[in-house]
């Protein structure tokens, strides 16, 4: 197992919702959701695309985009070597992985963020392959399903990275405009930049059950309100209440709901 | 004059204090000319070093001057007829958004932009310029009114950051910047941008698509603040400074990143030492980048801003 799904190595884990210790392969036969309490762990951009596509089947797009250090930033560290580290950790996809695929027998594009590489956060790697994304679903008519799950925009690239905001949210009204479908899943955590674009910009927003879900992460909001929020606050459950959801899906229906969804609109 | 002091623009502030003086004299019949002549020179002198050398921090702090212009001050020198229009039609009016219709050089155009207040009931009641979806929703809607009747659009940024609290999550304040977003890259009038102060993130970037994005000299656009990205990436307030340096957030970073058009060159010693000089050289500019817009298709005009900001950013594929 890799770092970063929430689920430490070895054969035994530890569910961080109900504590209960479960044996690592019961976790992984069950979607990798809690058998004991439906808590939803973290997936890797790749547990995703398999989970998703017919026969645990695509292939990887796009995936010679590397990132080139734009601002030579260097906060504790250099960004250039993080790059590195992350690269040899986690993969070359940076914090996204694009497949294209069949579900239900119907070509489609998912791209699926990797939180494991910087927290999910998009710089110009993320907006650039999310561009190519849906210029592939434009081009060849295809629809697009985003699985959002970032801290937000990337700060080593500065100004770029929110420039990506803007970049793939151009290409969504593209999409839109040719009346193609395209379905955003959030997942935990999904928040900044990426919720403020493309995340909520689905013809349907579906997310996974006690995902956080905001525009400003909930440690800011304390701080600046100076009050402690309410409990279930920025969770999926609370923004199908306030109207910013379609569904909550649990996991074992995500894939047959997203077939039934894009079958409508096919 | 500004009640709070910037300490690297003080020696500034001190000499203007004492030419003042020094003029009140005058009036009073007392011969100090050559005083005088020798200050102003001085005065001049200091505001060429320190604006010569700003680091970028220091734009920080002039983007924020207590005393920088607001959009209702320029909208009020660069337009004529200007009428403010009220509410989302969805639940209220944000007054740290204004939007409304004027006409520039006799034509009518839609106006956007963030609005900080001056005095402290002004501050609080516009929420220190920090929008709610309201008032994304409120400028979205008026710029939809352009492109109904045709008109341009002129958009001033100038926000610490879209408001982060419970009421602005309830209500969507993520979906309210997305959607802009999305509808801003496909109105099909003319859309020229200024950031004019504090270009805040994703709530600047709620007012920020369009043909052109000029941005005034001093001004800084981010990804996040310096202060956020000290705390987050250092860990420690204390190197906020050195956050604003490693963002590269000026107008010549900008520029140089391919995310400008153009650099609005600033009056003497900043916008707010010469507010109406300011304004003209936005109204120069936002003049002749509506000719050249005026002219382009509409189809033409929204094809071309799609390749605009799908060149942003860089990565390599090899
Ligand atoms: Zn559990």
């Given at each position: 197992?890799?770092?970063?799904?929430?689920?430490?190595?070895?054969?035994?884990?530890?569910?961080?919702?109900?504590?209960?210790?479960?044996?690592?392969k019961?976790?992984?036969?069950n979607?990798?959701?809690?058998?004991?309490?439906?808590?939803?762990?973290?997936?890797?951009?790749?547990?995703?695309?398999?989970?998703l596509?017919?026969?645990?089947r695509?292939?990887?797009?796009?995936?010679?985009?590397?990132?080139?250090?734009?601002?030579?930033?260097?906060?504790?560290?250099?960004?250039?070597d993080?790059?590195?580290?992350?690269?040899?950790?986690?993969?070359?996809?940076?914090?996204?992985?694009?497949?294209?695929?069949?579900?239900?027998?119907?070509?489609?594009?998912?791209?699926?963020?990797?939180?494991?590489?910087?927290?999910?956060?998009?710089?110009?790697?993320v907006?650039?392959?999310l561009?190519?994304a849906?210029?592939?679903?434009?081009?060849?008519?295809?629809p697009?399903?985003?699985?959002?799950?970032?801290?937000?925009?990337?700060?080593?690239?500065?100004?770029?990275?929110?420039?990506?905001?803007?970049?793939?949210?151009?290409a969504?009204?593209?999409?839109?405009?040719?009346?193609?479908?395209?379905?955003?899943?959030?997942?935990?955590?999904?928040?900044?930049?990426?919720?403020?674009?493309?995340?909520?910009?689905?013809?349907?927003?579906?997310?996974?059950?006690?995902?956080?879900?905001?525009?400003?992460?909930?440690?800011?909001?304390?701080?600046?309100?100076?009050?402690?929020?309410?409990?279930?606050?920025?969770?999926?459950?609370?923004?199908?209440?306030?109207?910013?959801?379609?569904?909550?899906v649990?996991?074992?229906?995500?894939?047959?709901?997203?077939?039934?969804c894009?079958?409508?609109?096919? | 004059?500004?009640?709070?002091?910037?300490?690297?623009?003080?020696?500034?502030?001190?000499?203007?204090?004492?030419?003042?003086?020094?003029?009140?004299?005058?009036?009073?019949?007392?011969?100090?000319?050559?005083?005088?002549?020798?200050?102003?020179?001085?005065?001049?002198e200091t505001?060429?070093?320190?604006?010569?050398?700003?680091?970028?921090?220091?734009?920080?702090?002039?983007?924020?001057?207590?005393?920088?212009?607001?959009?209702?001050?320029y909208?009020?020198?660069?337009?004529?007829?200007?009428?403010?229009?009220?509410?989302?039609?969805?639940?209220?009016?944000?007054?740290?958004?204004?939007?409304?219709?004027?006409?520039?050089?006799?034509?009518?155009?839609?106006?956007?932009?963030?609005?900080?207040?001056?005095?402290?009931?002004?501050?609080?009641?516009r929420?220190?310029?920090?929008?709610?979806?309201?008032?994304?929703?409120?400028?979205?809607?008026?710029?939809?009114?352009?492109?109904?009747?045709?008109?341009?659009?002129?958009?001033?940024?100038?926000?610490?950051?879209?408001?982060?609290?419970?009421?602005?999550?309830?209500?969507?304040?993520?979906?309210?910047?997305?959607?802009?977003?999305?509808?801003?890259?496909?109105?099909?009038?003319?859309?020229?941008?200024?950031?004019?102060g504090?270009?805040?993130?994703?709530g600047?970037?709620?007012?920020?698509?369009?043909?052109?994005?000029?941005?005034?000299?001093?001004?800084?656009?981010?990804?996040?603040?310096?202060?956020?990205?000290?705390?987050?990436?250092?860990?420690?307030?204390?190197?906020?400074?050195?956050?604003?340096?490693?963002?590269?957030?000026?107008?010549?970073?900008?520029?140089?990143?391919?995310?400008?058009?153009?650099?609005?060159?600033?009056?003497?010693?900043?916008?707010?030492?010469?507010?109406?000089?300011?304004?003209s050289?936005?109204?120069d500019?936002?003049?002749?980048?509506?000719?050249?817009?005026?002219?382009?298709?509409?189809?033409?005009?929204?094809?071309?801003?799609?390749?605009?900001?799908?060149?942003?950013?860089?990565?390599?594929?090899?």
């Amino acid at each position: 197992m890799k770092k970063g799904q929430g689920v430490p190595r070895g054969l035994w884990i530890k569910c961080d919702s109900c504590g209960a210790i479960l044996y690592h392969k019961e976790a992984a036969d069950n979607l990798h959701v809690c058998p004991k309490c439906d808590h939803h762990f973290r997936l890797t951009a790749s547990q995703r695309l398999a989970s998703l596509f017919d026969g645990d089947r695509y292939k990887v797009l796009f995936n010679r985009v590397r990132s080139t250090d734009p601002l030579g930033f260097v906060d504790s560290k250099a960004y250039s070597d993080r790059l590195k580290t992350y690269q040899k950790r986690i993969g070359p996809q940076d914090a996204l992985l694009v497949g294209q695929g069949e579900i239900d027998r119907g070509p489609t594009v998912i791209a699926a963020m990797e939180y494991g590489f910087m927290g999910g956060s998009m710089g110009s790697v993320v907006g650039e392959k999310l561009a190519l994304a849906a210029e592939r679903c434009l081009d060849r008519r295809f629809p697009l399903v985003i699985v959002s799950c970032s801290g937000g925009a990337r700060m080593q690239e500065g100004i770029l990275s929110l420039m990506q905001m803007g970049k793939v949210s151009a290409a969504l009204a593209r999409m839109r405009e040719k009346q193609l479908p395209y379905i955003s899943v959030l997942t935990d955590p999904t928040t900044g930049g990426v919720t403020a674009s493309f995340a909520m910009l689905g013809n349907l927003n579906i997310a996974e059950p006690g995902a956080l879900i905001g525009f400003a992460g909930p440690r800011v909001i304390e701080q600046t309100i100076r009050q402690t929020l309410p409990a279930g606050f920025q969770r999926s459950e609370f923004l199908l209440e306030h109207g910013m959801l379609d569904l909550v899906v649990h996991r074992h229906e995500l894939k047959e709901t997203l077939a039934t969804c894009l079958g409508y609109f096919r | 004059m500004a009640t709070i002091v910037i300490p690297f623009l003080e020696p500034i502030e001190n000499l203007r204090d004492k030419i003042l003086e020094l003029e009140m004299d005058t009036r009073k019949g007392i011969d100090n000319s050559s005083e005088l002549d020798k200050t102003r020179r001085e005065h001049e002198e200091t505001v060429n070093r320190i604006f010569s050398s700003l680091t970028r921090w220091q734009r920080c702090l002039l983007a924020r001057h207590p005393d920088r212009p607001y959009s209702l001050a320029y909208i009020h020198d660069i337009f004529t007829d200007f009428t403010e229009f009220h509410g989302d039609r969805r639940f209220g009016d944000d007054p740290a958004i204004v939007a409304g219709f004027a006409r520039f050089g006799g034509e009518p155009v839609a106006v956007v932009g963030h609005q900080k207040g001056r005095d402290t009931a002004e501050k609080v009641r516009r929420n220190f310029g920090m929008p709610r979806p309201e008032g994304y929703r409120k400028a979205q809607r008026i710029m939809k009114l352009a492109a109904q009747f045709k008109r341009p659009i002129i958009s001033f940024i100038d926000t610490p950051g879209a408001y982060p609290g419970i009421d602005a999550e309830e209500r969507g304040q993520a979906e309210a910047i997305a959607d802009n977003l999305l509808v801003m890259a496909g109105l099909p009038v003319p859309i020229i941008v200024v950031v004019t102060g504090e270009g805040g993130s994703g709530g600047a970037l709620g007012l920020g698509i369009g043909d052109r994005i000029l941005m005034a000299e001093h001004a800084i656009y981010s990804v996040i603040s310096p202060e956020g990205c000290a705390a987050i990436l250092w860990k420690d307030p204390a190197r906020t400074e050195e956050a604003a340096e490693a963002l590269h957030l000026t107008s010549p970073d900008l520029q140089q990143l391919g995310v400008i058009d153009e650099v609005l060159p600033e009056p003497f010693g900043g916008a707010h030492m010469d507010p109406g000089g300011m304004a003209s050289t936005i109204s120069d500019a936002i003049s002749r980048h509506l000719k050249q817009l005026k002219k382009v298709r509409p189809d033409v005009l929204v094809a071309r801003r799609y390749k605009k900001f799908r060149a942003m950013g860089t990565s390599t594929d090899r």
